[in-house]
């Protein structure tokens, strides 16, 4: 049945073009945002994945950040440790030099106290950022001002979405307290001995040779906190290292679910394309219908 009040034909034919207009709409957003999924509208559910996932990216920056801060403060300090077990070697020596006979231990006393001046001097000058991990009274960040510094380490989100912090605590040598305020007890019991840095002295061979347990002493433990320090720097590194590397992994994830794949959508647009020029005269033909009606009445 003809009717010149309704075309079905023309209506199907609209159908069809405004499906491919839109169609084609959404293709052209696709390729001027680079993203199939650009908002909720487009898929709410992997739309809602990829922000919580961009979330923990910006999340991952700001723990760089914590760690980078972190790594440099245990770094400067590492440095300054090592640095003072090499001075304390050099005390050794001028130690064991003046338990000889015939050295000038004048001399030999005041090298000592030039070394022992560079040690404080290094304890001093070993801060990053206000933090000094040689001397725990600078040290205002972290547990306590004696328990070191703590440096965010990771988030860590569990399968109901809460999200708990990780750190890394990093104790303070403190070789302020150990060389000069409390000192460094070896043995136990009756045989306990502490030693600081102003019991080695060396102007006369006999104290030379009484300072030579000290001296043991001081470098055995300034070797030990040299060694934590170089242990704890090297695992904020190396997490670091991990948090770059997992943010990369997260941001590529993120990606694959929103990013619009071009080569497919390129395609897809020229064909559009055509579907629409094809749409356009297929309304055209159906808009003509009713006008053939005319050759009835002639």
Same mark, same amino acid.
Not at 108 to 125: F, M, N, T
Not at 235 to 241: A, E, G, Y
């Given at each position: 049945m003809s009717s010149i009040l309704t075309n079905n034909g023309a209506m199907v034919a609209l159908q069809t073009l405004k499906s491919i207009n839109s169609s084609l709409n959404d293709t052209q957003s696709a390729i001027s945002t680079g993203k199939d999924i650009n908002s909720a509208k487009d898929n709410a559910s992997v739309w809602a994945i990829s922000k919580v996932m961009e979330s923990d990216v910006a999340g991952y920056n700001a723990i760089e950040d914590s760690l980078s801060l972190g790594e440099s403060t245990v770094a400067v300090a590492s440095t300054g440790a090592e640095q003072i077990v090499e001075k304390l070697k050099e005390i050794k020596e001028k130690v064991v030099s003046a338990t000889g006979e015939n050295v000038d231990n004048d001399k030999? @006393? =005041?090298?000592?106290?030039?070394?022992?001046?560079?040690?404080? /001097?290094?304890?001093?000058? *070993?801060?990053?950022? #206000?933090?000094?991990?040689?001397?725990?009274?600078?040290v205002t960040t972290g547990t306590s001002a004696t328990n070191g510094i703590t440096v965010l380490s990771s988030l860590d989100r569990d399968n109901t979405g809460a999200v708990t912090a990780s750190n890394i605590t990093v104790a303070s040598a403190d070789f302020t307290d150990k060389f000069t305020t409390t000192g460094v007890t070896v043995g136990t019991g009756t045989s306990a001995a502490t030693y600081k840095l102003a019991d080695i002295k060396v102007d006369t061979s006999s104290n030379a040779e009484g300072s030579l347990d000290a001296i043991e002493a001081l470098i055995d433990t300034a070797t030990a906190e040299?060694?934590?320090?170089?242990? @704890? =720097?090297?695992?904020?590194?190396?997490?670091?290292?991990?948090? /770059?590397?997992?943010?990369? *992994?997260?941001?590529? #994830?993120?990606?694959?679910?929103?990013?619009?794949?071009?080569?497919?959508?390129?395609?897809?647009?020229?064909?559009?394309?055509?579907?629409?020029?094809?749409?356009?005269?297929?309304?055209?033909?159906?808009?003509?219908?009713?006008?053939?009606?005319?050759?009835?009445?002639?």
């Open positions: 030999i @006393s =005041s090298e000592v106290d030039e070394l022992k001046s560079q040690i404080q /001097s290094i304890i001093g000058a *070993s801060q990053f950022n #206000g933090a000094n991990l040689l001397d725990s009274s600078t040299a060694a934590k320090l170089g242990a @704890s =720097s090297a695992r904020i590194t190396d997490q670091k290292d991990f948090i /770059s590397k997992l943010s990369d *992994s997260v941001t590529s #994830g993120i990606g694959s679910l929103v990013d619009a794949d071009m080569e497919e959508t390129s395609a897809r647009l020229q064909a559009l394309q055509v579907q629409q020029q094809l749409g356009t005269q297929a309304l055209s033909i159906a808009n003509q219908a009713p006008q053939q009606l005319l050759s009835l009445f002639r």
